[in-house]
Nanobody, 125 residues
Framework: QVQLVESGGGSVQAGGSLTLSCVAS?????????TGWFRQAPGKEREGVAV????????YYADSVKGRFTISQNDAKTTLTLQMNSLKPEDSAIYFC?????????????????WGHGTQVNVSS
C-alpha cells in the first residue's frame, strides 16, 4: 500500500510563495508511474496542478500554474515538492499529493489511485 503525507501549506499574501512537500512510502517507485499535486477549492471539482513521471522525471503543468509553480522529486523518489511562486487568491485550495498510472489523463484526478489527506493553502489579496 502506498502512503502519501503532505506538509507545507499555510497562509500567504498574493504574490508570495509557499513550498509543499509530500513524503511517499518507499514502494511508490514500483506501484505508480506518475506522482503529482492536485487541488480542490470549495464548491469546485478537484483539478490537476502538476505531475511528474517518476522514472523519467518529465513534468506536466496545468495552464493556470505554468511559469509560477515547479514540481520536483528527490533522487530517491521518496519526496515530492511543489514550489509555488507569485501566488494568487485563486490558488487557494486544499492541495493533495497523489500517485497512479495516469492512463486516463496525466492531470486527471480519476487516473490516480493513491492520495494523501491534503494540506490547506490560503492566498489573501
Amino acid at each position: 500500500q502506498v502512503q502519501l503525507v503532505e506538509s507545507g501549506g499555510g497562509s500567504v499574501q498574493a504574490g508570495g510563495s509557499l513550498t509543499l512537500s509530500c513524503v511517499a512510502s518507499n514502494n511508490l517507485y514500483n506501484r505508480a508511474y506518475y506522482t503529482g499535486w492536485f487541488r480542490q477549492a470549495p464548491g469546485k471539482e478537484r483539478e490537476g496542478v502538476a505531475v511528474i513521471a517518476i522514472r523519467e522525471g518529465t513534468t506536466y503543468y496545468a495552464d493556470s500554474v505554468k511559469g509560477r509553480f515547479t514540481i520536483s522529486q528527490n533522487d530517491a523518489k521518496t519526496t515530492l515538492t511543489l514550489q509555488m511562486n507569485s501566488l494568487k487568491p485563486e490558488d487557494s485550495a486544499i492541495y493533495f499529493c497523489a500517485a497512479g498510472d495516469g492512463t486516463g489523463g496525466r492531470l486527471t484526478p480519476a487516473s490516480y489511485s493513491y492520495w494523501g489527506h491534503g494540506t490547506q493553502v490560503n492566498v489573501s489579496s
